[in-house]
């Protein structure tokens, strides 16, 4: 039989000694960090809304949130109170470009464009700009997990922390009336909604707010992927909900139109990546847009 001999002692290395002197942290007023646009004129904001909306229809094509005709995002104009921009009528989302926007009243009639809008949803997307005039858009497409959510007829529970920014902050919508074609709809929705960033509508799907077009995206990405964690965790075992007091604490951190803001930031970055993107995107002609 052969002995195995014993491993030999570890080798103590000594820590490594700096050969210079230590480096020098960069000041933090030198680090950059996006923050919210400031616009001059009302024309260079509309500009930009029309910008980001196109863009966002992109990114929510883009991560699957179209189904048909069904998906809707609205923003107010700067000047006009109460109009708003919404994509054109079944004109897919991954198409759409700042000048196929079209801008109609809170009636839902067309006064800068050039194709119909789907009626059943401005009236619903109007209704809600009118009460709530601290939000600029509003965002409404039928995606998956979100329509089995509201099938369940439930709430996003605060199970994971990007959960806990709409705790206390959502509401549902605990009826179904059908497709909504009328005003009066539209006032019912805008009062389920309050003054919350976010709504399920029972056996229909999402709808989020913000007070800018990144904002009011995210929110529903970020809502739609919180209900796919929930239903899968329910799917799984028994999950456990965070308390109240961490939830809370949790929601003022990352549930600020800000940090959704901000949490936005790197879609944009991608769909914009090499300083352009697509052919024709500002529906010009042109061989892309450049951003900046």
């Given at each position: 039989?052969?002995?195995?001999?014993?491993?030999?002692?570890?080798?103590s290395?000594?820590p490594?000694?700096?050969s210079?002197?230590?480096?020098?942290?960069?000041?933090?007023?030198?680090?950059?960090?996006d923050l919210?646009p400031?616009?001059?004129?009302?024309?260079a904001?509309?500009?930009?809304r029309?910008?980001?909306?196109?863009?966002?229809?992109?990114?929510?094509g883009r991560?699957?949130?179209?189904?048909?005709v069904?998906?809707?995002?609205?923003?107010?104009?700067?000047e006009?109170?109460?109009?708003f921009?919404?994509?054109p009528?079944?004109?897919?989302?991954?198409?759409?470009t700042?000048?196929?926007?079209?801008l109609?009243n809170?009636?839902?009639?067309?006064?800068?464009g050039?194709?119909?809008i789907?009626?059943a949803?401005?009236?619903?997307?109007?209704a809600?700009?009118?009460a709530?005039?601290?939000?600029v858009?509003?965002?409404?497409?039928?995606?998956v997990?979100?329509?089995?959510?509201?099938a369940l007829?439930?709430l996003?529970?605060?199970?994971?922390?990007?959960?806990?920014?709409?705790y206390?902050?959502?509401a549902?919508m605990?009826?179904y009336?059908g497709?909504?074609?009328?005003?009066?709809?539209?006032?019912?929705?805008?009062?389920?909604?309050g003054?919350?960033?976010?709504?399920v509508l029972?056996?229909h799907?999402l709808l989020?707010?913000?007070g800018?077009?990144?904002?009011?995206?995210?929110?529903?990405?970020s809502?739609?992927?919180?209900?796919?964690?929930?239903?899968t965790?329910?799917?799984a075992?028994?999950?456990?909900?965070?308390?109240?007091r961490?939830?809370?604490?949790?929601r003022?951190?990352l549930?600020?139109?800000?940090?959704?803001w901000v949490?936005?930031?790197?879609l944009w970055?991608?769909?914009t990546?090499g300083?352009?993107?697509g052919?024709?995107?500002d529906?010009g002609?042109?061989?892309?847009h450049?951003?900046?």
């Amino acid at each position: 039989m052969t002995q195995q001999k014993p491993a030999p002692p570890p080798v103590s290395v000594p820590p490594a000694v700096p050969s210079g002197p230590a480096p020098v942290p960069v000041p933090v007023a030198r680090l950059g960090f996006d923050l919210p646009p400031v616009h001059d004129t009302p024309a260079a904001e509309r500009a930009h809304r029309k910008e980001r909306l196109a863009g966002a229809l992109r990114i929510l094509g883009r991560y699957g949130c179209e189904d048909g005709v069904s998906g809707h995002l609205t923003a107010r104009d700067p000047e006009l109170a109460d109009c708003f921009w919404v994509n054109p009528f079944g004109l897919p989302f991954s198409l759409v470009t700042p000048a196929d926007l079209v801008l109609a009243n809170a009636r839902g009639q067309v006064v800068d464009g050039q194709r119909h809008i789907n009626q059943a949803a401005f009236a619903v997307h109007a209704a809600v700009h009118l009460a709530r005039p601290d939000t600029v858009a509003v965002v409404h497409t039928h995606t998956v997990h979100g329509r089995a959510l509201a099938a369940l007829g439930e709430l996003v529970e605060p199970l994971t922390q990007e959960a806990c920014a709409f705790y206390e902050d959502h509401a549902l919508m605990n009826a179904y009336t059908g497709v909504a074609v009328d005003e009066a709809e539209g006032r019912r929705i805008a009062a389920a909604l309050g003054p919350r960033k976010a709504l399920v509508l029972r056996n229909h799907g999402l709808l989020t707010v913000g007070g800018s077009v990144d904002a009011a995206v995210w929110w529903f990405l970020s809502l739609e992927r919180c209900a796919q964690v929930q239903l899968t965790a329910r799917a799984a075992g028994k999950p456990v909900p965070i308390g109240h007091r961490d939830a809370v604490a949790t929601r003022e951190q990352l549930g600020t139109d800000l940090a959704a803001w901000v949490s936005f930031q790197p879609l944009w970055r991608e769909l914009t990546a090499g300083g352009c993107y697509g052919q024709g995107w500002d529906g010009g002609g042109r061989e892309g847009h450049h951003f900046r």
